[in-house]
């Protein structure tokens, strides 16, 4: 007698209303960037015009892969993906250490999933954290388990050169691509195709991107960055490829 999983009816239901792209990650993804109402915004707000798929921009600025784990921003969206929906994951900006006191972003040095440390709050108090790519992993491996599909997204660049080339990417830019290797995820090296577009347009058009920090771009430089990620989406293999409508398929390769 025929039967269904769970997972194959929302599949099968995924793909005759049409799966949703989420969007988890920092202020140079979220609406409004910084937040602080300077007139940056994220990229994310413009991956939606070259996409065939509804987007949810769940990011938020001033987040890392573990305060987005703690406030229960990765649960959120985990509890309300179904099968078949997109979760474009991208942290890095703000997972650095914080020095004494933790900012409550911070995450344990280096990249296994085993390594901890403990850290001091503001109050005097202790807490013991995770790396990165724990956290990554770990929600990762929930979403894949709701039937969702992850693309590891590495961070953006900020706009600081190295003579007429983008300087090197952090540590998170590599630990980004171990976690998707890991987990077996789709991975797109946003801060290399970034990096790309950036040094074919130029510095000093480059600058005007970013009026008041080397983070946080304008909206003309937010669409840039969002052309950059669909280019490397179109290099992937990823099979959210095949809703990159004909504006995504024309977007610059280099």
Not at 73 to 98: K, W, Y
Not at 202 to 219: K, L, M, Q, R, W
Request: hydrophobic letters at 35%.
């Amino acid at each position: 007698m025929f039967s269904l999983t769970v997972v194959s009816v929302l599949s099968l239901l995924s793909s005759v209303v049409g799966s949703t792209v989420y969007l988890a990650g920092d202020s140079t993804m979220a609406p409004n960037g910084d937040g602080a109402g300077t007139g940056t915004d994220g990229w994310g707000q413009y991956i939606g015009q070259y996409l065939t798929l509804s987007v949810s921009n769940q990011a938020i600025a001033g987040r890392s892969a573990r305060s987005y784990t703690d406030e229960g921003r990765f649960t959120n969206i985990i509890d309300e993906v179904v099968a078949g929906d997109f979760v474009i994951i991208e942290f890095g900006h703000n997972d650095g250490l914080s020095g004494d006191v933790d900012n409550g972003r911070e995450d344990a040095f280096g990249d296994s999933l085993t390594t901890t440390a403990t850290v001091t709050e503001t109050d005097g108090s202790t807490e013991v954290i995770h790396t990165f790519n724990y956290y990554m992993t770990n929600a990762v491996n929930s979403l894949k388990a709701k039937g969702a599909i992850p693309i590891i997204s590495s961070q953006t660049p900020d706009n600081i050169w190295d003579g007429d080339v983008i300087a090197a990417p952090p540590r998170f830019v590599p630990y980004a691509q171990e976690v998707a290797g890991n987990t077996s995820v789709t991975y797109i090296d946003h801060y290399d195709y970034v990096a790309q577009a950036y040094e074919a347009i130029g510095e000093t058009t480059v600058n005007t991107y970013y009026p008041i920090d080397h983070t946080h771009t304008t909206v003309t430089g937010a669409n840039v960055v969002a052309e950059a990620f669909v280019r490397g989406l179109l290099c992937s293999s990823s099979t959210l490829k095949n809703f990159v409508n004909s504006a995504g398929q024309a977007a610059p390769s280099e």
